[in-house]
């Protein structure tokens, strides 16, 4: 199927790690995404791993690619209030590199820190 | 940093009137800009690959006829909803690649919400 899918919500303490999960479908996606959405606010690229990677760091995030399962996870350490938010897994379609790419958005999880 | 504006960010109409959303690209210029639509707790559908100069892409399933989108200039473009109905209510995001960019480069603007009554 055409479809990228996410878990619905994730609840997580302050102070613990957050691990939200992405499947993908198209094994020949170029770029994979994560991007962050606040409250009535459009969308935030926190990172992407290009598809020959396994893995990336950046701060707090790390991103997971297991190209064989199609799957992609993104791990925020020391998850604070201020990442409650809907995090949206995408991958990129179309022309390797190119700027046509199209996006194809995952259905998107929402994560709840609490204090 | 690229900063992508969009204008209004909150619009009311009444049904069977248009109303158009602009989205700019404020400090570069994007050869091609991208329409989504997210309804409420739901993923973006991308709607229409908008190229400057040249007539959007739709996706299958987005009426072009309704959904007019306009890239006049390396800095703008547009999207017009015409006999706007109630099913149009949603939240409108653009987002814009820059001139010289690939797709990870792509920002976001902040979105438009459309209520049609």
């Known amino acids: 199927g055409e479809d990228v899918e996410q878990s619905l919500f994730l609840s997580v303490r302050e102070g613990d790690s957050s691990v939200i999960n992405c499947t993908y479908t198209d094994s020949s996606s170029t770029y994979l995404y994560w991007y962050k959405q606040e409250p009535g606010a459009g969308l935030q690229l926190l990172t992407y791993?290009?598809?020959?990677?396994d893995m990336k760091q950046d701060q707090r995030l790390t991103v997971l690619l297991n190209k064989k399962d199609k799957h992609l996870s993104l791990r925020i350490a020391d998850t604070q209030t201020g990442d409650s938010a809907i995090y949206f897994c995408a991958e990129s379609r179309g022309n390797y590199g190119g700027a046509t790419n199209k996006l194809i958005f995952g259905t998107g999880t929402l994560l709840a820190v609490q204090p | 940093g690229a900063v992508v504006s969009q204008h209004p960010s909150r619009v009311i109409c009444k049904s069977g009137t248009s109303v158009k959303i602009e989205c700019r690209s404020l400090?570069?210029?994007?050869?091609?800009m991208f329409w989504y639509r997210q309804f409420p707790k739901q993923s973006l559908m991308l709607m229409a690959t908008?190229?400057?100069?040249?007539?959007?892409?739709?996706e299958q399933g987005v009426e072009k006829d309704k959904f007019l989108i306009n890239h006049a200039s390396l800095t703008l473009s547009t999207l017009t909803v015409t006999s706007a109905h109630p099913e149009d209510s949603s939240f409108y995001i653009c987002s814009a690649i820059p001139r010289t960019g690939y797709i990870y480069e792509q920002y976001f603007g902040p979105g438009t919400r459309l209520t049609v009554t």
């Open positions: 791993i290009f598809s020959n990677m």
């Open positions: 400090d570069f210029q994007a050869t091609t």
């Open positions: 908008s190229n400057e100069g040249s007539k959007a892409t739709y």
